[in-house]
């Protein structure tokens, strides 16, 4: 059994390789090898690699310099290799140190061998730049780790782990930004082009991180995209992080509003001017912008194809102004991280050095090279050239006037406009210093660029990043042209050679756009108003993107009302909850003191309703306070999530309380578990696993006798099983194990997701019983009990 094993065993590692070397190949439509009768019946699939070659590409690239000469050929060997897979764990994950130590202890050891059959040293190793070994390298692509047998344990693992929150599946540069930005747990923080949600996962990471359990942080995130189908997939991401402190919009970052509250307006009104906050503005902001994308093109090798240097010509200009928009919003001493994942100076170096130029002494490069000294990066660049249509250009003074609608001048290392005329080359530029020609011969930047940050993909053995930290000193200059809404709304790649604007658009910045939407100031009664209503939340897969769409489906042949928010059509328009029979119902029924852990003002629903209102939303203060300022300023926030999951009608007739309908949810409970004082069921650890395991138990089957008795003494409907060994509740802290529940009429059914007690069954395996002789084995999560009730 034993050299049967080792046999199967040299097998699957033969067969690794060997599929390790055709991760980034594709089959072939046409497979017939031999069209004659004598073929054999089946043909084996013929392969073709992707092609991973473009001169235009390497010549590009050498011209500018992006790496010695010496490196060139590892730099492009490295290119050509599929992507390691990387993976980082959630800070606030209760089982956090649980699941550093499994790949500490368990899966360095036991992938090794498959780590040295594809020639590598190490199988998976912790990132030595991110802190507390929460970050994860591996040496597999995530190809690999989908398609190898050997390797199976592990992408279940990954997969669980990512699915209930625990861990993020994220490209090991992607979770840069992030820690430059210096982000607290009380700042307001933007993130501008926030799909697919990674970034903005990890920023409420951080906000998170000092919190105690049941207690929110004073700061929020904003996190935007401009794309509708990419917002709800930022939803999605995000939905695992179980926040109240969260609010998905949907606008082009260019045109983000500013919601700035005009006093005179407000006051005729009725409004307060005393409210919390007046104006939208953040801490701190990450212009993560639209690029070429030629960073991941170890992760996408079609962009081989595809590439040319047009791409990044075409996105200048938006990231110009996006980054200035993201300026604007800035408190004066906030920072600002703009990145790509491109390498192109073009959508680089020239950005920013053009962000300095129009914002002069107003904001500074920060050099922050003494942080994460474990990241190889490289200094910016402070010289470069421009190509168009194969040309080459070194300075705007060698660009004919029928490329200059393409080729920017804010493209060139110098940022300078000289007219190309016979009248001593006069300087047209906000610089005002006199130049020669001789002296723009080969451009070099005056600007500190060398503070920005370039990680190229064989220091490391990861994609290509740019970085740059921007801190705003003061407030920004005027402009004398404000933005064209029209204009630059693309987020797609536009060659150069199709996009030939006449003028360069520039951002008036500390003003808001469409600033006739905010003097149109409306009451912020929801009750009162029709139109002054919130946003739907918490879209999922699964979940329409209305409400409405369902309470109107009945109507057959009839045409659905297409739902508004405010003045922004096809977003369902959601409410303070203000119903008191809703919220003394809630509070009596799980024995919640408001002064501990406030419902007025919290709660927000789809609708003033409340006898169709199915989900309840619980939001922070900080997120509340901006929800008010949006209604007071008109609606100008276009929000497609905001707030916690935190109460959902229970549709199933038994047990339905007429105290109390809604039960908690598994993603709210977390936040409520500290103030629940009634309909709370103390469990030993048996009869926790044998719950999990048979997603509903009949009270005469616990283990433990007395538990029948106190879980009779319970309210029928929702309520909360908590995992405790001891005589006495103990008091909830961070290590609390706890699921939502269902009390029948002679049963406790879990109301969670499979995937969620699959991985508390797994956790649970991993600790020493007090109570117990033997533990329960965990269950496969196939189960098709009452867990199926609750909303995914």
Same mark, same amino acid.
């Given at each position: 059994?034993?050299?049967?094993?080792?046999? $199967?065993?040299?097998?699957?590692? +033969?067969?690794?390789?060997?599929?390790?070397?055709?991760?980034? @190949? $594709?089959? @072939?439509?046409?497979?017939?090898?031999?069209?004659?009768?004598?073929?054999?019946?089946?043909?084996?699939?013929?392969?073709?690699?992707?092609?991973?070659?473009?001169?235009?590409?390497?010549?590009?690239?050498?011209?500018?310099?992006?790496?010695?000469?010496?490196?060139?050929?590892?730099?492009?060997?490295?290119?050509?290799?599929?992507?390691?897979?990387?993976?980082?764990?959630?800070?606030?994950?209760?089982?956090?140190?649980?699941?550093?130590?499994?790949?500490?202890?368990?899966?360095?050891?036991? &992938?090794?061998? *498959?780590?040295?059959?594809?020639?590598?040293?190490?199988?998976?190793?912790? /990132?030595?730049?991110?802190?507390?070994?929460?970050?994860?390298?591996?040496?597999?692509?995530?190809?690999?780790?989908?398609?190898?047998?050997?390797?199976?344990?592990?992408?279940?693992?990954?997969?669980?782990?990512?699915?209930?929150?625990?861990?993020?599946?994220?490209?090991?540069?992607?979770?840069?930004?992030?820690?430059?930005?210096?982000?607290?747990?009380?700042?307001?923080?933007?993130?501008?082009?926030?799909?697919?949600?990674?970034?903005?996962?990890?920023?409420?990471?951080?906000?998170?991180?000092?919190?105690?359990?049941?207690?929110?942080?004073?700061?929020?995130?904003?996190?935007?995209?401009?794309?509708?189908?990419?917002?709800?997939?930022?939803?999605?991401?995000?939905?695992?992080?179980?926040?109240?402190?969260?609010?998905?919009?949907?606008?082009?970052?260019?045109?983000?509003?500013?919601?700035? &509250?005009?006093?005179?307006?407000?006051?005729?009104?009725?409004?307060?001017?005393?409210?919390?906050?007046?104006?939208?503005?953040?801490?701190?902001?990450? !212009?993560?912008?639209?690029?070429?994308?030629?960073?991941?093109?170890?992760?996408?090798?079609?962009?081989?194809?595809?590439?040319?240097?047009?791409?990044?010509?075409?996105?200048?200009?938006?990231?110009?102004?996006?980054?200035?928009?993201?300026?604007?919003?800035?408190?004066?001493?906030?920072?600002?991280?703009?990145?790509?994942?491109?390498?192109?100076?073009? %959508?680089?170096?020239?950005?920013?050095?053009?962000? /300095?130029?129009? !914002?002069?002494?107003?904001?500074?490069?920060?050099?922050?090279?003494?942080?994460?000294?474990?990241?190889?990066? $490289?200094?910016?660049?402070?010289?470069?050239?421009?190509?168009?249509?194969?040309?080459?250009?070194?300075?705007? @003074?060698?660009? =004919?006037?029928?490329?200059?609608?393409?080729?920017?001048?804010?493209?060139?290392?110098?940022?300078?406009?000289?007219?190309?005329?016979?009248?001593?080359?006069?300087?047209?530029?906000?610089?005002?210093?006199?130049?020669?020609?001789?002296?723009?011969?080969?451009?070099?930047?005056?600007?500190?660029?060398?503070?920005?940050?370039?990680?190229?993909?064989?220091?490391?053995?990861?994609?290509?990043?740019?970085?740059?930290?921007?801190?705003?000193?003061?407030?920004?200059? *005027?402009?004398?042209?404000?933005?064209?809404?029209? $204009?630059?709304?693309?987020?797609?790649?536009?060659?150069?050679? *199709?996009?030939?604007?006449?003028?360069?658009?520039?951002?008036?910045?500390?003003?808001?756009?469409?600033?006739?939407?905010?003097? +149109?100031?409306?009451?912020?009664?929801?009750?009162?108003?029709?139109?002054?209503? %919130?946003?739907?939340?918490?879209?999922?897969?699964? %979940?329409?993107?209305?409400?409405?769409?369902?309470?109107?489906?009945?109507?057959?042949?009839?045409?659905?009302?297409? =739902?508004?928010?405010?003045?922004?059509?096809?977003?369902?328009?959601?409410?303070?909850?203000?119903?008191?029979?809703?919220?003394?119902?809630?509070?009596?029924?799980?024995?919640?003191?408001?002064? #501990?852990?406030?419902?007025?003002?919290?709660?927000?629903?789809?609708?003033?309703?409340?006898?169709?209102?199915?989900?309840?939303?619980?939001?922070?203060?900080?997120?509340?306070?901006?929800?008010? &300022?949006?209604?007071?300023?008109?609606?100008?926030?276009?929000?497609?999530?905001?707030?916690?999951?935190?109460?959902?009608?229970?549709?199933?007739?038994?047990?339905?309380?007429?105290? !109390?309908?809604?039960?908690?949810?598994?993603?709210?409970?977390?936040?409520?578990?500290?103030?629940?004082?009634?309909?709370?069921?103390?469990?030993?650890?048996?009869?926790?696993?044998?719950?999990?395991?048979? +997603?509903?138990?009949?009270?005469?089957?616990?283990?433990?006798?007395?538990?029948?008795?106190?879980?009779?003494?319970?309210?029928?409907? #929702?309520?909360?099983?908590?995992?405790?060994?001891?005589?006495?509740?103990?008091?909830?802290?961070?290590?609390?194990?706890?699921?939502?529940?269902?009390?029948?009429?002679?049963?406790?059914?879990?109301?969670?997701?499979?995937?969620?007690?699959? %991985?508390?069954?797994?956790?649970?395996?991993?600790?020493?019983?007090?109570?117990?002789?033997?533990?329960?084995?965990?269950?496969?999560?196939?189960?098709?009990? =009452?867990?199926?009730?609750?909303?995914?």
């Amino acid at each position: 059994m034993g050299r049967g094993g080792r046999h $199967r065993g040299r097998s699957q590692r +033969k067969d690794f390789k060997e599929n390790r070397e055709n991760v980034w @190949k $594709r089959s @072939k439509s046409d497979a017939t090898v031999d069209g004659s009768d004598n073929a054999a019946p089946e043909q084996k699939p013929t392969w073709e690699p992707i092609v991973t070659v473009n001169p235009n590409f390497e010549e590009y690239y050498k011209e500018q310099g992006i790496v010695k000469e010496e490196e060139w050929d590892l730099f492009m060997e490295i290119l050509r290799k599929p992507l390691p897979a990387a993976f980082r764990v959630n800070s606030n994950s209760q089982f956090r140190d649980e699941i550093i130590s499994i790949l500490e202890n368990d899966f360095m050891k036991s &992938l090794q061998a *498959e780590a040295i059959e594809g020639g590598e040293l190490e199988a998976i190793k912790p /990132l030595p730049w991110y802190p507390k070994n929460l970050a994860w390298h591996s040496n597999f692509s995530r190809k690999e780790i989908r398609k190898n047998q050997t390797l199976e344990r592990f992408h279940e693992f990954l997969k669980l782990e990512n699915e209930v929150g625990n861990m993020t599946r994220q490209e090991a540069v992607s979770m840069v930004p992030p820690l430059f930005l210096d982000v607290h747990p009380d700042h307001f923080v933007l993130d501008m082009c926030a799909a697919p949600g990674s970034k903005t996962f990890q920023l409420l990471e951080i906000i998170h991180e000092a919190s105690e359990p049941g207690s929110l942080p004073n700061g929020l995130v904003v996190a935007n995209d401009v794309d509708f189908k990419r917002s709800n997939l930022l939803i999605h991401q995000t939905k695992r992080m179980c926040t109240a402190n969260l609010m998905v919009t949907n606008h082009e970052g260019q045109q983000f509003p500013g919601c700035r &509250l005009n006093k005179s307006r407000a006051s005729e009104k009725g409004i307060s001017e005393d409210m919390p906050i007046n104006q939208l503005a953040f801490d701190r902001v990450l !212009c993560d912008v639209p690029c070429s994308g030629d960073g991941t093109l170890r992760k996408a090798p079609d962009i081989w194809r595809k590439w040319n240097s047009g791409m990044g010509n075409g996105l200048h200009s938006l990231q110009i102004i996006l980054a200035m928009r993201g300026l604007s919003l800035l408190k004066v001493g906030g920072k600002m991280i703009y990145s790509t994942c491109s390498m192109n100076p073009v %959508e680089d170096e020239a950005v920013v050095a053009e962000i /300095l130029r129009r !914002c002069g002494e107003t904001v500074e490069l920060l050099d922050v090279s003494d942080k994460l000294p474990g990241l190889i990066r $490289r200094p910016g660049l402070k010289k470069w050239k421009v190509r168009d249509k194969g040309v080459w250009f070194t300075s705007y @003074k060698d660009v =004919p006037q029928n490329r200059r609608g393409g080729v920017l001048v804010s493209m060139f290392p110098s940022g300078k406009n000289l007219k190309d005329s016979t009248d001593g080359c006069k300087e047209t530029d906000s610089s005002a210093v006199d130049v020669t020609p001789d002296e723009v011969a080969e451009e070099v930047s005056d600007l500190p660029l060398e503070r920005c940050m370039r990680i190229i993909p064989h220091d490391q053995n990861t994609g290509a990043f740019f970085i740059a930290v921007l801190h705003k000193v003061s407030p920004l200059p *005027e402009f004398q042209e404000k933005p064209n809404p029209k $204009r630059n709304s693309s987020t797609k790649p536009v060659d150069s050679t *199709e996009n030939s604007p006449s003028t360069e658009a520039i951002v008036t910045v500390d003003t808001v756009p469409d600033e006739s939407a905010a003097e +149109k100031v409306i009451e912020a009664d929801p009750i009162n108003e029709k139109d002054d209503l %919130e946003p739907e939340m918490n879209i999922t897969e699964g %979940e329409s993107i209305t409400e409405e769409k369902e309470a109107n489906s009945s109507n057959v042949g009839g045409k659905r009302k297409v =739902p508004m928010q405010g003045k922004w059509k096809g977003f369902d328009p959601v409410v303070f909850v203000k119903d008191e029979t809703v919220i003394n119902g809630i509070k009596e029924f799980y024995g919640i003191k408001d002064e #501990s852990f406030p419902l007025h003002g919290h709660l927000v629903a789809r609708n003033n309703d409340t006898s169709s209102v199915k989900r309840i939303y619980y939001v922070s203060k900080s997120v509340k306070e901006v929800l008010q &300022l949006n209604f007071a300023v008109g609606q100008q926030l276009k929000i497609a999530s905001v707030g916690l999951k935190m109460f959902e009608r229970q549709s199933a007739k038994e047990g339905s309380s007429t105290l !109390c309908p809604f039960r908690i949810s598994s993603e709210g409970l977390p936040v409520i578990l500290p103030y629940i004082t009634k309909q709370a069921l103390y469990t030993p650890m048996a009869d926790f696993k044998l719950l999990l395991q048979d +997603k509903s138990i009949k009270f005469m089957d616990f283990v433990n006798p007395q538990l029948a008795q106190k879980a009779t003494d319970l309210v029928m409907g #929702s309520c909360v099983v908590i995992l405790h060994d001891g005589e006495e509740p103990a008091k909830v802290n961070a290590s609390t194990i706890a699921i939502s529940c269902w009390r029948g009429k002679a049963s406790l059914a879990v109301m969670a997701t499979a995937a969620d007690c699959q %991985e508390l069954l797994e956790r649970l395996a991993e600790k020493t019983p007090k109570t117990e002789g033997a533990s329960v084995n965990g269950s496969n999560g196939d189960s098709d009990g =009452p867990q199926a009730m609750e909303t995914a």
